[in-house]
């Protein structure tokens, strides 16, 4: 996987604490490569536009639910793990470049916080699994 990349607003949230990366419900969302990221000025998932990746099936609109979230530190560096994604798309093509990370908090998605993105370049699936490694995720580190 690319790097993955925080939005500031994100990283904002989570040294705050209105975002808890191991406990809040947290979805990644994947998008279109009509998106284009703005570290600096996208904060919620309402910036994101009409670029939410669609076609095919097995993809539900708003992205996936994580699992399994875990903070550790080690070597002055906070990294924060989820479980992997794996979700069979019949039909096609879906069609996707970028995915997102927001905090879900289960109305307007005008108060769902961005956390980070990531761009895997243009992919495209038809009639695949879908399999995206979610290790050591948005990394914090101190000097």
């Known amino acids: 996987m690319a790097t993955p990349k925080w939005y500031a607003n994100?990283?904002?949230?989570v040294t705050n604490g209105s975002v808890?990366?191991?406990?809040d419900t947290i979805k990644f969302i994947?998008?279109?490569?009509?998106?284009?990221p703005n570290q600096g000025t996208h904060d919620f998932r309402d910036d994101l536009g009409a670029n939410e990746a669609s076609g095919?099936?097995?993809?539900?609109a708003g992205g996936f639910t994580l699992g399994?979230?875990?903070?550790a530190v080690a070597?002055?560096?906070l990294s924060w793990d989820t479980?992997?994604?794996?979700?069979?798309?019949t039909g096609g093509p879906f069609a996707f470049r970028y995915g997102a990370w927001?905090?879900?908090?289960?109305?307007a998605s005008s108060a769902d916080e961005l956390i980070g993105y990531v761009d895997f370049g243009a992919q495209s699936i038809t009639d695949a699994t879908l399999n995206i490694t979610n290790t050591n995720q948005l990394q914090i580190t101190a000097t």
């Open 102 to 107: 927001y905090k879900a908090r289960g109305g």
């Open 83 to 89: 479980a992997d994604i794996s979700q069979a798309i």
């Open 56 to 60: 095919g099936s097995g993809y539900t």
């Open 68 to 71: 399994s979230k875990t903070l």
């Open 20 to 23: 808890d990366l191991d406990t």
């Open 75 to 77: 070597s002055l560096t």
């Open 30 to 36: 994947l998008l279109t490569s009509s998106y284009t």
């Open 10 to 13: 994100g990283l904002l949230a």
